[in-house]
């Protein structure tokens, strides 16, 4: 029996159709499939408050060994990227006064146990003359937060193609600490989920 004009007409434009669909799909990835972008693009933004960091609310360094304010396991997107990390904390408070020396504190941002960021705060006490101390005075807070650094975070794992795949990708740990420099006071560290903040940029090497 042969096949009515309509049936044809309608066979060839299927096949055309699927044809045209065939080529297309040769040269665009399919919505589906994550492209790797190019270097300096950024393939992963995350945003930890102090809960979600584990961090305690309230901390308080009185050593000139660190005390650490909190340690993260990132996994990261890439096996091979830069990692930025920005932290910054609302809060903290150095007790005592500065007339019987100078005080000095340091916080650091590690990777992988290497420094990446670091800030300084020191208060000197005043001199009247040479034989009589005035109380130091002043702001004591506002230079040890935030803190920003980069680690270069390179072939991961061995895996140089697992782009936007975890697979074979290992975590690297991120932590941030604080120590007394010099001096005998204390810092107390307060944390807060409105207050306290990590951010973690991962840029395309």
Not at 181 to 188: E, M, N, P, Q
């Amino acid at each position: 029996m042969s096949r009515s004009i309509t049936s044809v007409v309608r066979g060839r434009a299927l096949n055309s159709s699927a044809q045209n669909q065939g080529r297309l799909s040769t040269y665009v990835a399919p919505v589906t499939h994550t492209r790797l972008p190019g270097p300096g693009s950024v393939a992963r933004i995350t945003m930890l408050n102090g809960s979600e960091l584990g961090q305690s609310t309230s901390i308080t360094a009185n050593s000139t060994s660190d005390t650490v304010l909190f340690t993260y396991s990132y996994l990261p997107a890439l096996p091979t990227s830069k990692i930025i990390v920005d932290y910054a904390i609302a809060k903290y408070a150095v007790g005592g006064n500065a007339s019987s020396g100078s005080d000095a504190f340091e916080s650091r941002i590690l990777v992988q146990g290497v420094q990446v960021a670091s800030g300084f705060q020191q208060w000197l006490y005043a001199v009247e003359d040479a034989s009589n101390h005035a109380p130091g005075s002043g702001g004591r807070s506002g230079a040890l937060f935030p803190l920003m650094g980069a680690y270069n975070n390179i072939n991961n794992n061995g895996n140089i193609n697992n782009n936007y795949n975890q697979y074979g990708v290992t975590p690297i740990t991120i932590s941030a600490v604080i120590k007394r420099t010099a001096g005998d006071d204390l810092v107390i560290v307060t944390s807060s989920d409105n207050g306290t903040w990590l951010r973690i940029t991962e840029v395309v090497a």
